[in-house]
Structures are given as C-alpha cells and as structure tokens.
C-alpha cells in the first residue's frame, strides 16, 4: 500500500516537448465512486489493476497491481464502465522532480494536465514555466470523470 | 483470463469431514453488481484480488491475482462495501473430482456449500451422499450476497 500525494495543473506552453518521450496509456474504470475506485490501465505493453480508497486532502491509500496486457485489454473491452480513457504520457524532470504530462487523445483531445507526485502535502517545488492553472481536486479533471463526460462535452466556460 | 463454470449444493450430512483440512478464508467486495464483481480475499497467508464478469449460463470470465496478504487485510478492513464473509474452505476429491466445501461463519454460521468445477456446462459427475438441494445460480447463496445480507438474516424459509 502506498499513500500518493499529487498535484495537478493545467498545461499552457509546449516547452515541455522537446526532448520528451510519451507512452501511450489507455485506462477505465470497474468502479469510480466517493469511496473506492478500481482501475483497468495499459501503459505501452504492460497491464495494471489498481485500488484507490477515498482518502483525505491529497492523500489517497492506492494499491497498485502488474496484470497481463491481454488481461487488461480483455477488461477494458468488456467490463469497464464509460469509455476508456487514452493518452500520452510524458515523464519529464523540472528542477529535480518528476513531472508526469498527460496528452488526452480521442474524446478528450485539447485537454494537457501536468502532475507532480510529492512525499508530503507542503512539499515546496519549482513551478515550470508551462504549467498553469491548479486543478488539484477539481473532480472534473479526474480520468474517473473524464471516461464518463470527456473533456470535448464539456460547455466552453469549464475548460 | 479463465471460465468458471461451477455448480453450488447446499451440504447435508457430515461424512464429507473425515480427513479434510480446511483453509480459513475472509473476503469482501469492491464492488458487486451484475455486470462485474471486484472481490479482495485472504485464504490462509495469501491474498487476491478478483475481478468476475456477469457472463452467461454457468460461465463467468473471471481475472484473479495473487496480492500482498497486508494489502487484502487493509482492502477488508477499509474499502470493502457490506460486511467481510469468513469461511472455512475445505477440498476434497470425490470420484475423481475436486469438490470445495465452504463452512461459514460469523454472521453466516450454520451454512454450507458445496461446490464442483467443471470444464464445460454438461460434464457428467457422481453426486456425493452430503450433497443436497442444488442451488447454483440462485443468487441468495453467492457470497456478495452473504456479504450485505447474511444467513442468519434470512427467513427460515429462505433457508
């Protein structure tokens, strides 16, 4: 079991790119409620079962699990709630800690979120100069979310 | 990915209990509804993590992984809906097939089921002498049922 702490921000500049290399995720959801999520994902050739318990602040109990690619695809296909969720993610290092940049394709395309995962929740880091608006939180924002009204439903004022 | 095709008898008499050895099971449910079941469970020492399909007839598509017994324990304890079903899990060999014997507990003491594992919906097998009323796919008896309404809830002629 491990306790993440993340935060998320939108992406307004392209700087980011250079250099980065993406995988491509493809992720849906079993469950997705106030309580408990259980997520289906494949990133590249690998598959994942993953838990995630409610939580407090931005502290959420996650337990996270390596599953056969034919397995996850197979529940992706035909168990998951919603519509699967793809992407292209970018792992990238600003100032010493990790980034991690979600391109959302399909019926999410437009949408960039930037997330740093940190040990504790007043962690101080250095803000790159692509990232914008804080969403940390903002549930619309969550993939749970996204599977079932992706990002091109959403009305103009909420992007 | 595996098909599960079982067929579930309540247990009569007490033969069946000459040299078996039981392992003591806890389990609980993510999530149980009729498209999809997410089921954490402890057997013993180990622990699992189970995702059942509603499929049709007597198959269920069904993804199991082995998992960190302290993670099932902590899955149990606080992300499980309805209550954690203890049983005793018993396997024995009857002319020639692996039969599993569950004797509950807890809240669901006094019940026994009987299950068998089959390779295809029509295989032929012997009927133990402690076997009595079949009761596959009768819902009450699935243990996420047991885990939201318990046995000793049940009217006596539900029993």
């Given amino acids: 079991m491990g306790i993440e702490i993340e935060r998320k921000f939108l992406v307004t500049g392209d700087e980011w ?27 590249g050739t690998r598959g994942y079962l993953t838990v995630k318990g409610a939580g407090t602040g931005l502290c959420r109990p996650e337990f ?21 969720v793809e992407k292209v993610r970018y792992r990238l290092d600003f100032a010493g800690h990790l980034w991690e940049i979600d391109e959302f394709g399909g019926d999410n395309r437009g949408l960039l979120l930037a997330e740093i995962e940190l040990h504790h929740e007043d962690q101080p880091f250095a803000r790159p100069p692509w990232v914008g608006r804080e969403v940390t939180g903002v549930s619309r924002y969550h993939n749970a979310f996204l599977s079932r009204q992706p990002y091109r439903t959403w009305p103009e004022q909420d992007r």
């Fill in 17 to 43: 790119r250079h250099g980065a290399v993406g995988t491509p995720y493809r992720q849906g959801y079993l469950l997705a409620d106030r309580e408990c999520t259980v997520r289906v994902r494949t990133a």
């Fill in 64 to 84: 996270e699990y390596q599953i056969p690619l034919v397995d996850a695809e197979e529940m992706l296909a035909t168990l998951c709630q919603g519509s699967v």
